[in-house]
């Protein structure tokens, strides 16, 4: 399909967690997938996901690997979603416990908001099924971020400019592409 | 499993999606559970001795004090996961009243049932099981599981095994997938396995849940051979508190997971272990009642 995306290659930062989960998706759409690890596959992308996972490995992984300055310096400058432990990362502010992360969205995110595995459930945002997994609970919404939808009264997708967030994994869904992935291409593209 | 409501991946098995490319590490207590965290595991097992503990002391081994649990998961924001004895239904709801975020029905502890395992699609808390071959792992998940991982030998820092379950797995899926329904048919009834389990898996390619590997690893060499031969995250029991520097030895084996096919990664994280792996057993010194990977039915 849309022949103009066939240019665009979107990044999964593949240091952990749901990875290979966006590759239908993301080709439904007719845009390249990638898993990117290192500083070199940065450069070869148009955007990045960065997928669940576990939010303090991801973080320990990248500090290892001495990857936050350069993921600085990308995520300035091409456009960024970031997926439950990934909103976790862009959120300006991260408690329970308080960690590291590179505030792109003035956004406070709490982590595993709603408790453990078995608070986790499905949910249906604009007719689509999706879920939340252990997932964080956005607390407060900055100047400037759009909340595109809310669940239970909290948002769970939000974005400002070239930054996307959601709490919840709509790459869990087998009917490709989902609109969350049409939703960031479209933003690629603007 | 990936058995669909709707069309989307169950809720149990998008846990096991999101511990992808991790290690899960085997801890006794909450400041263990904290090293485990800080060095990088998506997830900690509690239980009550680590496998080589519970060769050495023998007698029963059972699901951990739940004082222990859940200091485990006061310690860490991390999923917490905790051991139940195969069969025993009871400890796996207490597990599950206490909140724990993944229940391992495991042959490391002594089993309760030599029969039956539980009927683990009552529970809203997923469940990982143990494997030895494709039958095993389509009983398991037939029965509920929404996460597998190969059994090796626990408590061995001895690889063998784990290598021989996950090389046993993916030969009888290859087979599977070039097997028309008939064959199919036959195969189930050789295998022990669910005919409708192994349609999926002839479907998919691979099991409909996640394979992870456990048993025996002792060294990030161990950790990347398991993930190129296609587990997806591994599991570390004994290899990790059982090391010289648990510190150094835990990173390493998170560095070395998480570029398994990088070997100059994986050489760095050997190189940065802070002492040597666990001592480990030759698999045939093992009496017959020894061997864990024989509990599970």
Not at chain 1, 95 to 103: D, H
Not at chain 1, 151 to 160: A, L, R, S
Not at chain 2, 95 to 103: A, E, K, P
Not at chain 2, 213 to 220: E, N
């Amino acid at each position: 399909m849309s022949k103009e995306y066939s240019n665009i290659v979107i990044g999964v930062l593949a240091l952990q967690g749901a990875v290979e989960l966006h590759r239908p998706h993301i080709e439904a759409l007719g845009c390249g997938f990638r898993t990117v690890k290192t500083p070199r596959d940065f450069d070869s992308v148009d955007a990045f996901i960065l997928p669940g996972g576990e939010s303090t490995t991801i973080l320990k992984l990248i500090a290892n690997f001495g990857l936050w300055n350069t993921l600085v310096d990308q995520f300035a400058k091409k456009p960024v979603w970031g997926i439950c432990a990934g909103s976790i990362l862009m959120a300006e502010k991260v408690t329970n416990p308080e960690q590291k992360s590179f505030a792109l969205l003035p956004i406070d995110v709490q982590r595993n908001g709603y408790g453990t595995q078995k608070e986790s459930h499905h949910a249906d945002i604009n007719g689509y099924k999706v879920s939340l997994i252990r997932a964080p609970i956005i607390t407060k919404v900055g100047e400037g971020v759009e909340t595109l939808e809310s669940h239970e009264g909290d948002p769970v997708w939000v974005q400002k400019g070239k930054y996307m967030a959601s709490t919840f994994h709509p790459e869990v869904n087998q009917d490709f592409p989902s609109p969350m992935h049409r939703a960031f291409i479209d933003l690629v593209m603007s | 499993m990936s058995e669909k409501s709707g069309s989307v991946i169950d809720i149990r098995t998008g846990l096991a999606e999101m511990l992808k490319g991790g290690v899960i590490m085997d801890v006794v207590t909450a400041e263990q559970a904290k090293v485990a965290e800080d060095a990088g595991a998506v997830a900690v097992m509690a239980l009550e001795r680590v496998p080589s503990d519970i060769r050495k002391a023998g007698g029963v081994a059972r699901m951990s004090p739940p004082e222990i649990i859940q200091e485990v998961m006061g310690a860490v924001s991390i999923p917490v996961m905790a051991k139940c004895r195969i069969g025993h239904f009871a400890e796996a709801q207490l597990l599950q009243q206490m909140g724990v975020d993944y229940i391992d029905e495991s042959e490391v502890l002594t089993p309760a049932d030599e029969e039956y395992h539980i009927n683990k699609r009552d529970f809203k808390v997923p469940f990982v099981c143990g494997a030895k071959n494709l039958g095993e792992a389509c009983r398991r998940i037939g029965e509920g599981a929404a996460l597998m991982r190969t059994k090796g030998e626990p408590g061995t820092g001895n690889i063998v095994e784990a290598v021989r379950h996950m090389r046993q797995i993916n030969s009888d899926i290859k087979k599977v997938t070039n097997m028309d329904e008939a064959e199919l048919m036959s195969f189930a009834r050789d295998l022990g396995a669910p005919y409708e389990i192994l349609m999926m898996v002839r479907e998919l390619g691979k099991l409909p849940v996640p394979n992870f590997a456990a048993g025996g690893v002792a060294t990030p060499a161990d950790a990347a051979l398991l993930m190129q031969m296609g587990a997806e995250t591994v599991f570390v029991g004994s290899g990790i508190f059982k090391s010289d520097n648990p510190e150094k030895f835990a990173k390493a084996i998170v560095k070395a997971t998480a570029h398994y096919n990088d070997p100059e990664i994986v050489l760095q994280a050997s190189k940065e272990l802070g002492g040597v792996a666990m001592r480990g057993t030759e698999i045939s010194e093992l009496d017959e009642p020894m061997k864990m990977a024989n509990r599970g039915w």
